[in-house]
């Protein structure tokens, strides 16, 4: 269930999670098929999800799986819901091919390469949506601590489907800062072109940090991101 967020310090034993079910649990139907999971083998994995007092979720890893059968962990309502809607996201996109940063980026974005032409406008936006003071975007990486905390605050789903092109314009602004780049497209073959940020004869991919932290369930670091690509192009490129 991606990085452990639970609220019991240790996994649960086989042992454990059947006293906690008798005692209050209750099997939640819904969620416990949306887990279940037939893979390209035959094989298929049905964990357990059961609702337990107290707004918590305890989730009970395949009883007869060959991972960690019946163990389990205990998720607080609000950290399982949002671990849910998360998981949905990547599997809508997983199915309708979707699964890289270019593809993601292209079906979400508004303006498709014409972004470079937009570049202060979709900032601009950035800073009226978010309610970010125009002084504190310098192109830093400490603004990007603040854009990260803003976008949380205004909810991944609503940043991916309205405000993802002025995330790659930004995160894009601070590499071109950091590198003395410039803005160009770059065309893989016909019909797939995308806005990179183009140094010595290098390239970095702003959409690939926007993708990662969009994609990724923790909580949005574009600082870190953003750092980690700068520092890739500079080992490889100078």
Not at 30 to 51: A, C, I, L
Not at 56 to 74: A, E, T
Not at 87 to 94: G, L, S
Not at 215 to 224: F, G, Q
């Amino acid at each position: 269930m991606g990085k452990k967020k639970s609220l019991n310090a240790k996994r649960l034993t086989k042992q454990q999670v059947q006293e906690l079910i008798e005692s209050e649990g209750t099997l939640h139907t819904e969620f416990t098929d949306f887990f279940e999971e037939t893979y390209s083998t035959g094989y298929k994995n049905q964990p357990q999800v059961y609702e337990l007092i107290g707004d918590r979720f305890l989730f009970v890893f395949d009883p007869k799986g060959i991972s960690l059968p019946g163990k389990g962990d205990i998720y607080s309502r609000d950290h399982f819901l949002h671990w849910i809607r998360w998981h949905q996201r990547v599997r809508e996109d997983y199915v309708h091919g979707r699964g890289n940063s270019v593809s993601h980026w292209k079906y979400y974005s508004k303006h498709k390469v014409e972004l470079i032409n937009k570049i202060p406008e979709l900032i601009d936006e950035l800073i009226g949506c978010l309610n970010i003071s125009p002084d504190q975007l310098d192109s830093s990486y400490k603004s990007l601590d603040i854009v990260s905390r803003k976008a949380e605050d205004h909810g991944l789903e609503k940043i991916q489907a309205e405000l993802y092109d002025n995330l790659v314009a930004y995160v894009g602004e601070v590499m071109r800062h950091r590198v003395a780049g410039r803005w160009v497209i770059r065309e893989d073959y016909p019909g797939c072109e995308y806005p990179i940020i183009s140094a010595n004869e290098g390239v970095l991919m702003p959409i690939n940090v926007v993708w990662q932290e969009l994609y990724e369930y923790e909580p949005m670091n574009l600082r870190k991101e953003t750092a980690n690509e700068v520092r890739r192009f500079s080992l490889r490129y100078r």
